[in-house]
């Protein structure tokens, strides 16, 4: 095993380590710099689109074994990939007439409501903004073949005796906690009012013209890519988390019910299960990938000469929603990282200090996007929305417990350092 260093040393090894990776490769062995991580990638752009600052570090653990980390390279981007699903489900919303502050129970297809608040409904807007009253109940994640209207019905196969309701002192509407369930009901509206399933819904309307080769649980991404997949780990050479093996394309993985594991897609009917291709987070793209979603949503949703997302949907999206109140808490803020959140977006407030979010240093009210953390990938794509600078970085082999922590914000010492680099750059 590498010696361990202290968070200062940490973090200063990483710093160093990317500062003279320029736009080649920085080393084959970031954990032997810099423990306990595996790889390390980012890419910055200053508000001209121009390169500001592309490096990659470490090594890939994946289905063809080691190999030095690249930025083509997919993964599993975690929670970002409920921001890249928002940015599709707005303009939908928008041609279909969907009402964000109605209830959302006719669009998800059965009566949606808190036990505490029946006669509150749960609306679009709070499912978007986390502050629907909604938890991940012990069910999570409700699998294939089984409709995610269980967790919600009294009774029902998944409703776990109301595990998936907060406490009745956080109305639906009046409290933020960030919660899963609420982008499986997400993806689900998706569904129901496109006639096709999310994952296919995705790729017609973003992936698509985009010329992205990218897709939520692997869907629709070439075999070619999938022979590139980096899996996740908790510590350098650890065992994979997730994506240790891919299946082949077309194949689509699934959380499957133990009563009947030989259902397939065929076997999923449209609208029935948000869950089933994991809006919340199971998006597979790599870094180049994340660089380009970055450059769109910075250009207000053009790209090439086209307007792929309106721009009124990228606007509901970074416009604040909820904003932490520490004189009268409102919410969870995930030890202080969680300050503001629009419409799947974060919007960071700017408050410094170590249990602060100026996680961009002075400005960072300005910066929007979305932090991924899964399986031992940190993610982080994000763009200024001010002077349209850009940034996306991902980090492999975090550990799950006693993290290194940053000196001055609520992130990692190795995500302060990337970040530290690129706006230095």
Request: hydrophobic share 40%; glycine share 12%.
């Amino acid at each position: 095993m590498p010696p361990t260093l202290d968070r200062r040393a940490l973090t200063a090894a990483l710093a160093s380590l990317l500062a003279t990776a320029g736009t080649a490769r920085a080393s084959r062995d970031l954990a032997g710099v810099v423990p306990p991580m595996a790889s390390a990638g980012i890419i910055a752009r200053r508000r001209d689109g121009s390169s500001a600052l592309q490096a990659v570090a470490g090594d890939a653990f994946g289905p063809a074994g080691v190999r030095p980390f690249a930025p083509d390279q997919p993964f599993r981007v975690a929670s970002v990939s409920k921001m890249v699903a928002a940015s599709v489900f707005l303009p939908l919303a928008a041609r279909t007439g969907l009402d964000l502050d109605g209830d959302a129970s006719g669009p998800v297809g059965f009566r949606l409501r808190h036990p505490a608040w029946p006669d509150r409904p749960i609306t679009p807007r709070m499912l978007l903004s986390h502050t629907s009253g909604l938890r991940n109940g012990p069910s999570y994640p409700v699998p294939l073949g089984h409709r995610l209207a269980e967790a919600f019905e009294p009774g029902g196969r998944h409703d776990d005796n109301g595990g998936w309701f907060g406490p009745a002192e956080h109305a639906p509407g009046a409290w933020f906690t960030y919660a899963d369930v609420n982008f499986a009901l997400i993806a689900q509206i998706i569904e129901r009012a496109s006639g096709e399933r999310f994952d296919l819904h995705m790729r017609r309307a973003l992936f698509a013209p985009l010329g992205l080769d990218i897709g939520y649980n692997w869907s629709g991404v070439s075999q070619a890519k999938r022979d590139r997949a980096t899996a996740a780990v908790h510590e350098p050479g650890g065992a994979p988390q997730v994506d240790g093996t891919v299946p082949p394309y077309p194949q689509t993985p699934f959380t499957r019910p133990a009563d009947a594991p030989g259902l397939d897609a065929a076997d999923y009917r449209v609208g029935d299960n948000g869950f089933v291709f994991s809006p919340q987070g199971g998006l597979r793209l790599s870094l180049s990938d994340m660089d380009l979603l970055a450059r769109l949503y910075a250009a207000g949703g053009r790209w090439k000469g086209a307007q792929i997302i309106p721009r009124a949907a990228l606007e509901a999206m970074q416009t604040r929603t909820w904003t932490y109140d520490p004189a009268a808490p409102n919410g969870e803020t995930d030890n202080g990282l969680l300050q503001s959140y629009g419409l799947g977006c974060e919007a960071p407030v700017g408050r410094p200090g170590p249990g602060g979010d100026a996680v961009f240093g002075k400005g960072s009210d300005d910066w929007r996007g979305h932090f991924g953390d899964a399986y031992g990938w940190i993610t982080g794509l994000f763009w200024n929305r001010r002077d349209g600078r850009t940034l996306v970085y991902a980090l492999n082999g975090m550990p799950a417990m006693d993290r290194p922590k940053a000196l001055t914000s609520s992130l990692t010492a190795p995500e302060e350092a990337l970040i530290g680099q690129a706006l230095h750059a």
